[in-house]
């Protein structure tokens, strides 16, 4: 059974995708610190390369998109083709409409399109192109020229639709109103560039949640739990026929379907495999690297044998790496060496079939004499790591939990404690980073739950711990400090 949990606090926002247990997509973001990508910008054109179809445009952050002929946030790998592609008209000091393709990462700005498009559950809107799609998850012939024929009645002369799997088991009255609202959507973001003055943002995309929902609607998720009121009753209407449940439950959401163990290891470096063996994955600037090793695993019958099934359980893991860390950019992996090429092609095989279950387009290449494979994976919106990892002060280049990250799991184990201990005071010792991140965050007693919302919770610093250390106690500490404050009741 799939289920999509979504936690909300008023810091962070947290969506997983679970099947049978297994967390197999994830995405956080910051509430206050919302990814761009989808945003439409009313922009001006500051230099256009002419040999790349190519031009910087101000929208108003702190460095210019970059606008690019070929961008577009149509996904090839779900339709048998793409729009047309069209030629960058735009000269220098230009005022047009651009949409957010990519987030800024490093020091490079965003990447633009100008080819709008604005997405719903069942259909996508493509306001300045004529195209008509429909995702290769329709299998059935007829369904698929059945709703070619429907979207192309209800567009808009200039207008296409790409048509989304869920649609498949669609009703009509719910596609025919989804395509109305799209158009609205559509004349009102029209309107709204052209009152609006200079470089601003004309049309926000929406959260996590409202991407989460869209994004896996149609994956036969059975089970949508949220762990506020107000959050499920904002999403309910949106989701067709899906029942979303209120989790009221006393844990955190994460920890009650058993995910938080999952999320906290996407951290790790190291990734074993059901049969002792395992990958590494290693971050760098370029690109990401992932090794294969036998591990524990010696096998049963040969060398050659060994190292065959040691690649292939790798080539799954891998691929359920790349999704559920949210891996993009270049990917180089490094099997261990075989000498049958038939070994090397079922491989290579094994990892094209295990991608197919990704969302995001990958383009893999064959696999060189040293075992090593490249592999492309789809760039839109940060990585995970770019929020549960931080570079390590220490260690120059390396990486470590980050402190939010390092919150979360206090907020896990505090809860636990408050659970086993029924005393009405609880102290919680944390270094000063730690201390001042909770500060940040603006941690409320309701945010954990249930009864736990009544009890007293006083958080202090200590200032010899180390970042990650902690002390959570139902025995006041002596003297108190004089920096210790009391987490509210309050929302």
């Not at 220098?92 to 020091?107: A, H, N, R």
């Not at 036969?220 to 949220?226: G, H, K, L, S």
């Amino acid at each position: 059974m799939k289920q999509l949990l979504l936690d909300y606090t008023p810091y962070c926002t947290r969506a997983a995708l679970v099947e049978d247990g297994e967390l197999i997509e994830f995405s956080i973001e910051k509430t206050a610190v919302r990814g761009i990508v989808g945003n439409i910008y009313k922009g001006k054109v500051e230099n256009v390369l002419s040999g790349m179809e190519a031009a910087f445009v101000n929208i108003g952050l702190e460095r210019n998109g970059f606008l690019y002929v070929g961008e577009t946030l149509v996904d090839s790998k779900g339709l048998g083709a793409l729009p047309p592609k069209k030629k960058l008209n735009v000269s220098p000091g230009d005022v047009i409409m651009c949409q957010v393709v990519k987030d800024q990462f490093g020091q490079k700005g965003a990447r633009l399109t100008t080819d709008i498009t604005l997405p719903g559950y069942y259909l996508v809107l493509l306001p300045t192109s004529s195209f008509i799609g429909v995702s290769r998850k329709v299998v059935c012939q007829t369904r698929r020229e059945y709703l070619e024929q429907l979207v192309t009645s209800l567009c808009p002369e200039g207008m296409g639709f790409i048509v989304r799997s869920a649609a498949e088991k669609a009703k009509d009255e719910d596609i025919i109103a989804e395509a109305k609202d799209l158009i609205a959507l559509w004349e009102q973001v029209r309107e709204d560039f052209k009152k609006s003055k200079g470089k601003s943002l004309i049309f926000e995309e929406g959260d996590l949640f409202d991407r989460a929902l869209r994004d896996t609607f149609g994956e036969d998720v059975e089970r949508i739990v949220v762990n506020d009121e107000d959050i499920a009753k904002s999403l309910k209407g949106k989701v067709g026929d899906a029942v979303i449940e209120v989790y009221k439950g006393e844990r955190n959401i994460m920890a009650h379907f058993n995910v938080s163990e999952q999320i906290n290891r996407i951290c790790d470096r190291r990734v074993y495999l059901e049969n002792g063996a395992y990958i590494v994955i290693d971050k760098t600037e370029a690109l990401t690297v992932i090794d294969v090793n036998t591990g524990k695993f010696a096998g049963t019958k040969d060398l050659e044998d060994t190292v065959y099934k040691t690649n292939i359980a790798a080539a799954v893991c891998i691929a359920k790496q790349l999704r559920l860390r949210n891996i993009s950019g270049i990917v180089v992996i490094d099997f261990i060496d075989m000498q049958n090429e038939e070994h090397q092609a079922q491989v290579i095989e094994t990892l094209k079939d295990a991608l197919k279950n990704d969302r995001l387009k990958t383009s893999t290449i064959g696999m060189t004499p040293l075992g090593l494979v490249e592999l492309t994976r789809k760039k839109t919106r940060l990585q995970n790591d770019e929020y549960l990892l931080q570079n390590c002060n220490h260690c120059h280049g390396g990486y470590t939990i980050s402190n939010l990250q390092v919150v979360f799991m206090l907020r896990d184990e505090l809860i636990d404690f408050l659970l086993s201990h029924k005393g009405e005071n609880v102290y919680v010792g944390v270094s000063q980073v730690i201390y001042d991140t909770i500060l940040e965050c603006g941690i409320t007693a309701k945010h954990l739950g249930g009864k736990l919302a009544k009890r007293n919770i006083f958080v202090y610093k200590v200032e010899h711990f180390p970042r990650q250390k902690h002390v959570i106690s139902d025995v006041a500490p002596e003297p108190l400090p004089a920096n210790m404050f009391q987490i509210l009741n309050g929302d």
